[in-house]
């Protein structure tokens, strides 16, 4: 079955820290930049952070600039979304998705094949 699966969410302290994965099945992902997206409620999606195929291009938008980290591990089809100083603002719905052209603007990662997503929730 091709999908995209992410994991790694949960309840974290404001101050704290969580690393999200994103294991692709049923494709090859090393042939694909990939993206990390968030929904927060009530808002519209926003894209946080994108690595080109090769993993040698990274780029985050300022609101998460020095605190969200993307890697890849091609060999295990995985990506990774490192997260840390976390406040009650980085509270969302985060998806990994595929087939976009990573670039320093966000509105242009126009994604077509998408995660289920893994809820964060940043609360004392």
């Known amino acids: 079955q091709v999908q995209l699966v992410e994991s790694g969410g949960g309840l974290v302290q404001p101050g704290g820290s969580l690393r999200l994965t994103c294991a692709a099945s049923?494709?090859?992902?090393?042939?694909?930049?990939i993206g990390w997206f968030r929904q927060a409620p009530g808002k519209e999606r926003e894209g946080i952070s994108c690595?080109?195929?090769?993993?040698?291009?990274?780029f985050e938008p300022d609101s998460v600039k020095g605190r969200f980290t993307i890697s890849r591990d091609n060999a295990k089809n995985t990506a990774y979304l490192q997260m840390e100083d976390l406040s009650a603002e980085d509270t969302a719905i985060y998806s990994c998705?595929?087939?976009?052209?990573?670039?320093?603007?966000?509105?242009?990662?126009?994604?077509?094949?998408w995660g289920r997503g893994t809820q964060v929730t940043v609360s004392s």
């Open positions: 998705a595929t087939t976009l052209i990573c670039s320093r603007t966000p509105a242009y990662w126009t994604p077509s094949f």
């Open positions: 690595i080109s195929s090769n993993g040698d291009t990274t």
């Open positions: 049923g494709f090859t992902l090393d042939r694909y930049d």
